[in-house]
């Protein structure tokens, strides 16, 4: 589970095949094989390493297709994460690094508009939280498909929100609570619950 706090900005160092090397060193401080690291928001784990300047995950075809991972090039930033240790603060929101959809950067920062699609705008709500590469972020002046967001020089400065342009597209993450309040209502229902009475 992550914050969507990045912790640093890394590069990507090459990718070949479904290996995918990136340079970073903060993430990699108590980091050994099998740990996690979320980069632009998708959890990947630790398969190589030498434990200082740079470490390689394994991505898989599925996960390359349904997030901006697939795009990656050598020399590309990437906002990177480890995940959060009990008893720590949490500064942005619960994060599961697990990437809804691909958004399109309509606007770039720092009057960040992205588009999503139309299905998932109901999981964001008015000053909600929504991840956007990984970047825990609040949402306001949604359309039936897009959501702007105020995004603040620091961020602007240490994260890959710096060089998203328009046409851009970033890795979306909705809100858990969001998808926890949507699957108790459809439980709650009507029709469920008179469903879950006869199989009684």
């Known amino acids: 589970m992550f914050t969507g706090?990045?912790?640093?900005?890394?590069?990507?160092v090459t990718r070949e095949g479904s290996r995918?090397?990136?340079?970073?060193?903060?993430?990699?401080?108590g980091?050994?094989?099998?740990?996690?690291?979320?980069?632009?928001?998708?959890?990947?784990?630790?398969?190589?390493?030498?434990?200082?300047s740079w470490w390689e995950a394994d991505v898989s075809e599925e996960?390359?297709?349904?997030?901006?991972?697939?795009?990656?090039?050598?020399?590309?930033?990437?906002?990177?994460?480890?995940?959060?240790?009990?008893?720590?603060r949490l500064g942005g929101h619960i994060v599961l690094g697990h990437v809804d959809a691909v958004g399109i950067v309509?606007?770039?920062?720092?009057d960040l508009v992205v588009r999503i699609p139309k299905d998932l705008m109901h999981l964001i709500v008015e000053k909600g939280s929504v991840t956007v590469d990984g970047i825990s972020l609040t949402a306001f002046d949604l359309t039936g498909d897009t959501f702007r967001v105020a995004v603040i020089p620091h961020t602007m400065?240490?994260?890959?929100?710096?060089?998203?342009?328009?046409?851009?597209?970033?890795n979306i993450e909705m809100d858990v609570l969001a998808r926890s309040e949507e699957h108790t209502s459809e439980l709650q229902s009507p029709?469920?619950?008179?469903?879950?009475?006869?199989l009684e």
């Open 5 to 12: 706090i990045v912790e640093e900005l890394g590069r990507v």
């Open 20 to 29: 995918l090397r990136i340079a970073a060193e903060t993430v990699l401080e």
């Open 31 to 52: 980091s050994g094989m099998g740990a996690s690291i979320a980069v632009n928001g998708c959890c990947l784990t630790l398969v190589a390493s030498d434990s200082s």
């Open 63 to 88: 996960t390359y297709s349904r997030t901006n991972l697939g795009s990656l090039t050598a020399g590309d930033p990437v906002n990177l994460e480890r995940p959060m240790a009990l008893g720590e």
């Open 106 to 110: 309509v606007s770039a920062a720092p």
């Open 157 to 170: 400065e240490v994260t890959t929100l710096g060089v998203r342009k328009p046409g851009d597209r970033v």
């Open 191 to 198: 029709c469920n619950l008179v469903c879950r009475l006869l």
